[in-house]
């Protein structure tokens, strides 16, 4: 199949690694096995999604961001319920993994390295930070045109058209994904930026992440009243006011809210410096080691998956 680029073509594609992973691992049947009878569903469904990916957007650059710390302490600091409803060892404070997605888990950073592709993380910080870190420098350096791969909607709040940064967002699956920019945002959730859609977000909360939200006010109310005083801050100051038109139970609800609404904004605004350093996250034209990538492929029975990808990133960099 002949690559269907867009013009232009993204300069960088940032991958939520662990999203496109677990939801391999639940969409991919587990009927997928090696040839030592491992499952590796995830690990197949993950590489097709990177074939497919690179062939139809065909980005120059491209970083696998992975979660090196899937509940950082700052936020648990700032939130103790954060994620609090996913830890499986409160010692460890390791996620709740399925059993079968643990054994794949190295597969596929050994995968991606035998690929040559560039996979980072960031001691303390979740792939989100590494993926709003990485978006952040390479804007700050003049760059546009960045792929956001996600299956969270927690990064749509990096939509931003002026630098023409792009939310892939593949809830639905990578075939079926959707680009989230200010349009898609506006048409969605009635909000303007991604940034409003932060905000929205934290008025909202999220149960799945163990964000309470303020109490009584939905999405389609957050982003209404975002839209008559524009950012959290001004909102805030308005509940402050008996004189505003806010009703009074719409103030009750947000000055009762108040010790969340300190502390959220810290725990929903992705990290724009979380400590990476330079990457060398160059599309590569060819494997690195070609012959233990056939081994690899072999031992895990997934020859046509690496091959898929092989032939997208040298359509990619031709």
């Not at 199949?1 to 690694?17: C, I, K, N, Q, T």
């Amino acid at each position: 199949m002949p690559a269907a680029f867009p013009d232009p073509r993204p300069e960088l594609m940032l991958l939520d690694a662990a999203s496109l992973y677990f939801r391999s691992f639940h969409g991919v049947p587990d009927s997928f096995v090696a040839p030592d009878g491992t499952v590796v569903n995830a690990l197949r469904g993950f590489l097709d999604s990177v074939a497919y990916l690179v062939t139809q957007r065909g980005p120059k650059r491209l970083v696998a961001c992975w979660d090196d710390d899937w509940r950082p302490a700052f936020r648990v600091a700032a939130i103790p319920s954060y994620k609090a409803h996913r830890v499986s060892d409160p010692r460890t404070n390791s996620e709740e993994v399925p059993d079968l997605l643990v054994p794949q888990v190295p597969l596929i950073i050994e995968a991606l390295s035998l690929l040559g592709l560039c996979r980072v993380g960031a001691a303390g910080y979740e792939a989100d930070d590494v993926i709003g870190t990485l978006t952040a420098r390479h804007v700050a350096s003049g760059g546009t045109d960045v792929d956001v791969v996600t299956g969270d909607r927690d990064l749509f709040q990096l939509a931003d058209d002026a630098a023409r940064v792009r939310v892939l967002y593949v809830g639905r699956g990578v075939r079926k994904l959707e680009i989230v920019d200010e349009a898609w945002l506006a048409a969605k959730y009635g909000v303007t930026s991604g940034q409003m859609y932060a905000e929205m977000a934290t008025l909202r909360g999220d149960p799945s992440d163990g964000l309470p939200g303020v109490a009584g006010i939905g999405e389609k109310t957050a982003s209404g009243m975002l839209k008559r005083f524009g950012t959290l801050t001004e909102l805030r100051e308005a509940a402050g006011d008996p004189a505003s038109d806010l009703s009074p139970g719409q103030r009750k609800k947000l000055l009762e809210a108040s010790d969340y609404l300190d502390a959220a904004p810290a725990v929903v605004t992705v990290a724009p410096d979380a400590p990476i350093a330079e990457l060398d996250d160059a599309l590569p034209a060819t494997p690195p080691d070609h012959e233990a990538l056939v081994e690899f492929a072999s031992k895990w029975g997934v020859e046509s998956s690496v091959s898929r990808v092989v032939q997208a990133l040298t359509k990619a960099t031709a």
